[in-house]
Nanobody, 122 residues
Framework: QLQLVESGGGLVQPGGSLRLSCAAS????????IGWFRQAPGKELEGVSC???????IYADSVKGRFTISRDNAKNTVFLQMNSLKPEDTAVYYC????????????????WGQGTQVTVSS
């Protein structure tokens, strides 16, 4: 299984921004489609966004127009830029190898890390 490490979460006010990072070690992240997922307390896991090997992207309707996924293969990292954050974006965010089609799901070689907490509150 491919192990990834998430970072960049924190506490932000509504309307603010955060950039999450998803880093790989020991393998080339550029060979895999990578997805971002989130889980809020008491709610099911939600696929937020996915970027394919070629760079094509998809987004959940709940974040479309506010979040942007990107990859930097030289840094072996995938990013999730989150703008115009809302309290309902509060969740633990995870990245994993994924299937880039709706609904976004963890891929056969994906595995869950510890995630990074995002809290949107005034």
């Amino acid at each position: 299984q491919l192990q990834l490490v998430e970072s960049g979460g924190g506490l932000v006010q509504p309307g603010g921004s955060l950039r999450l990072s998803c880093a790989a070690s020991g393998f080339n992240l550029g060979y895999y489609a990578i997805g971002w997922f989130r889980q809020a307390p008491g709610k099911e896991l939600e696929g937020v966004s996915c970027i394919s090997v070629s760079g094509s992207t998809i987004y959940a309707d709940s974040v479309k127009g506010r979040f942007t996924i990107s990859r930097d293969n030289a840094k072996n990292t995938v990013f999730l830029q989150m703008n115009s954050l809302k309290p309902e974006d509060t969740a633990v965010y995870y990245c994993a190898a994924a299937t880039c089609r709706a609904p976004i799901q963890i891929g056969a070689r994906g595995s869950w890390g510890q995630g990074t907490q995002v809290t949107v509150s005034s």
